[in-house]
Nanobody, 122 residues
């Protein structure tokens, strides 16, 4: 089992930045991948970004390409999501996930953190 704990959410204004963190404990990532998803009010949870834990290769949703950057620190078992140029549409609860990347596509497993709220005001 892996335990995932997100942090770093908050209230920012349109155009500002935030960095989210996801600390993993237990059976961490090894050869799998870490991903970030988000869920806005009254919307389904959607994929945001993923990173291969061993290779560092990344995948992004089109909506965040060029604005968000996912990274990881293997020694700390921690992943990060740097979010620049935030928009009100980015407002959501952001969740960390354990999954895999195959053929450039992120597949989430049923391991989730509790989420951290990001609110972007206009």
């Amino acid at each position: 089992q892996v335990q995932l704990v997100e942090s770093g959410g908050g209230l920012v204004q349109d155009g500002e930045s935030l960095r989210l963190s996801c600390a993993a404990t237990g059976r961490t990532f090894s050869s799998e991948a870490m991903g970030w998803f988000r869920q806005a009010p009254a919307k389904e949870r959607e994929f945001v970004a993923g990173i291969s834990w061993s290779h560092g290769s990344t995948v992004y949703a089109d909506s965040v390409k060029g604005r968000f950057t996912i990274t990881r620190d293997n020694a700390k078992n921690t992943g990060y999501l740097q979010m620049n140029g935030l928009k009100p549409d980015d407002t959501a609860v952001y969740y960390c996930n354990k999954g895999t990347i195959v053929g450039g596509i992120y597949y989430g497993m049923n391991y989730w953190g509790k989420g951290t709220l990001v609110t972007v005001s206009s």
